[in-house]
């Protein structure tokens, strides 16, 4: 499941994967998992050499929860921070970054029961033969509404909606895995439905296909 920061993504990726017995990959934690480890070891985002030697020497895993594990230790909540959220665009964009995180993404996939994954390229470029794609998209006035009532700041809107239209822009103009809809998803409006309807819309194709 692929689809635009605050989209509702991992809310619904994590629920579908309840729902079917697989685990939840949340793609977009190892980004920023490596995003925290290149600033605690004063690597400029820049250097995309370094970034790519943090991205192959550190363990990534994920606990029961879903909850990305950086060598081991718990990467929340560091890897949500503003520092790590404001770079992780700069980091994510190397190539050689994404090749490391992209192989042990499908690594961690090969492994029984299987996964949903959620992402920017994971219907793309990481998973191409998935056997369900979807493409979740809601308008930039929506997200940064939902943000903000997440993070209880009202007030924050109008900066939020600036950083979401700021990623948004760095994410789908990249050189490398920049955001798209796959030509097979299924797209998917999140602004007018509620989480529990668009849970019951991914699981609807899923099952309709396995019925088929
Ligand atoms: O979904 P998120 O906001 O946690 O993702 C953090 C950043 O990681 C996002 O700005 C782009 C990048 N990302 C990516 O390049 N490819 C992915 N599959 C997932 C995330």
Redesign the pocket.
Same mark, same amino acid.
């Given at each position: 499941m692929d689809g635009p =920061?605050g989209a509702g993504k991992s809310t619904v990726a994590k629920r579908v994967a309840q729902e079917l017995g697989l685990r939840f990959l949340d +793609?977009? =934690?190892m980004?920023?998992a490596v995003t925290l480890a290149v600033l605690e070891r004063s690597i400029h985002p820049s250097d995309a050499d370094a970034c790519a030697e943090v991205a192959r020497s550190i363990e990534l895993d994920f606990d029961d929860a879903g909850k990305v594990l950086i060598d081991g230790r718990p990467g929340e909540p560091d890897v949500r921070s503003q520092t790590v959220t404001l770079n992780? #665009?700069a980091v #994510?964009a190397h190539p050689s970054v994404r090749e490391a995180v992209v192989a042990r993404q499908r690594a961690i996939a090969r492994r029984p029961p299987g996964v949903v994954a959620e992402?920017? $390229? +994971?219907t793309t470029v990481?998973f191409p033969e998935a056997d369900h794609k979807f493409f979740l998209n809601a308008s930039p006035d929506e997200r940064a509404r939902r943000r903000a009532l997440q993070e209880g700041s009202p007030d924050r809107y109008e900066e939020i909606l600036g950083d979401i239209q700021r990623?948004d822009d760095l $994410?789908a103009t990249r050189a490398h #895995?920049p955001l798209v809809q796959a030509d097979d998803a299924h797209a998917i409006d999140a602004d007018s439905r509620s989480v529990d309807e668009v849970v019951a819309a991914v699981l609807a194709v899923v099952r309709s296909a396995s019925r088929a």
């Amino acid at each position: 499941m692929d689809g635009p =920061a605050g989209a509702g993504k991992s809310t619904v990726a994590k629920r579908v994967a309840q729902e079917l017995g697989l685990r939840f990959l949340d +793609t977009g =934690a190892m980004y920023r998992a490596v995003t925290l480890a290149v600033l605690e070891r004063s690597i400029h985002p820049s250097d995309a050499d370094a970034c790519a030697e943090v991205a192959r020497s550190i363990e990534l895993d994920f606990d029961d929860a879903g909850k990305v594990l950086i060598d081991g230790r718990p990467g929340e909540p560091d890897v949500r921070s503003q520092t790590v959220t404001l770079n992780v #665009s700069a980091v #994510s964009a190397h190539p050689s970054v994404r090749e490391a995180v992209v192989a042990r993404q499908r690594a961690i996939a090969r492994r029984p029961p299987g996964v949903v994954a959620e992402g920017r $390229d +994971t219907t793309t470029v990481v998973f191409p033969e998935a056997d369900h794609k979807f493409f979740l998209n809601a308008s930039p006035d929506e997200r940064a509404r939902r943000r903000a009532l997440q993070e209880g700041s009202p007030d924050r809107y109008e900066e939020i909606l600036g950083d979401i239209q700021r990623r948004d822009d760095l $994410d789908a103009t990249r050189a490398h #895995s920049p955001l798209v809809q796959a030509d097979d998803a299924h797209a998917i409006d999140a602004d007018s439905r509620s989480v529990d309807e668009v849970v019951a819309a991914v699981l609807a194709v899923v099952r309709s296909a396995s019925r088929a």
